[in-house]
């Protein structure tokens, strides 16, 4: 099965929420219960647990049972959102910083110019 | 050669570096001069930036707006905290989508690198979950031009 990598169209739905991506941050620190998720909230303990569970739909964390207590952690597709969130970041931030460099190699021309 | 670095550093920060070969004057220039920035500071291909308020002052506002040309739009404002001519910036800014992201404080350094720069930019998020969001922002941006069916989501 192919469930434990990462399903795009599932993750984008569920990231769609700032809350979710929030939560997502959060256990990028490790896990976390839900009484500990909910509290930078202003959230009842059932509205995060109804974000967890399109999370954990999404495949994008996943839960412990420890006795009465369902810790959740990220799933290997949580992970590699993180790591995708950098890489667009990356990809965006060098695009501009290649066309900063045509910028200045304009501005070198033209103050070379200037000078004759 | 790698000329750019992007990593996270601690809950909150997230440094970037890029090498210029041309001398740290020119690429602060092209930092604060808005006729420069239009040229450069655009994102995803196709996006462009039809305004451009930059007041390189102490206490000097910053607005940015982009925009693709198809309905998509968003803009940046902030404020100038510091600024040591072709040494250093430290502003603050923020993401409007359209409510204002959490404020993003920035501190760029141009150092002179032989006969080019190296820029440091430092930028420090309130909490790790607002850099969270901001990662997860520029990931929806570059996705945009493979994933039209995203349009209107966000």
């Known amino acids: 099965m192919s469930s434990t990598s990462l399903n795009l169209d599932a993750a984008f739905s569920a990231l769609a929420d700032p809350t979710r991506r929030a939560i997502l941050a959060r256990l990028a620190k490790g896990e976390t219960t839900v009484l500990e998720l909910a509290k930078p909230f202003d959230m009842t303990q059932p509205a995060i647990s109804q974000h967890l569970k399109v999370l954990e739909d999404a495949g994008l964390i996943v839960r412990r049972v420890e006795g009465t207590k369902r810790p959740r952690r990220l799933a290997k597709a949580g992970i590699e959102v993180l790591d995708q969130w950098l890489a667009m970041l990356r990809s965006a931030l060098e695009k501009n910083y290649d066309r900063l460099d045509e910028v200045l190699s304009t501005i070198d021309r033209r103050k070379k110019g200037e000078r004759q | ?154």
């Not at chain 2, 440091?120 to 941006?141: C, I, N, S, V, W």
Request: with cysteine; hydrophobic share 35%; glycine share 10%.
């Open chain 2, 1 to 154: 050669m790698t000329k750019m670095t992007l990593k996270t550093e601690g809950d909150t920060h997230i440094i970037v570096t890029r090498r210029f070969a041309a001398p740290p004057e020119a690429v602060y220039r092209a930092h604060t001069d808005p006729k420069l920035i239009q040229q450069w500071l655009l994102g995803p291909e196709g996006w462009t930036m039809p305004v451009c308020i930059n007041e390189a002052r102490p206490g000097g506002k910053i607005r940015y707006e982009w925009t693709n040309g198809k309905g998509g739009a968003f803009h940046v404002t902030g404020e100038y905290l510091e600024l040591e001519p072709y040494r250093r910036i430290v502003h603050v800014e923020r993401m409007h989508l359209p409510d204002p992201t959490p404020d993003n404080h920035i501190e760029t350094r141009f150092d002179a690198d032989g006969t080019g720069t190296l820029m440091t930019m430092r930028m420090t998020l309130p909490d790790a979950q607002t850099r969270a969001g901001m990662l997860a922002t520029g990931m929806e941006r570059g996705m945009e031009a493979s994933y039209v069916r995203l349009e209107g989501m966000i």
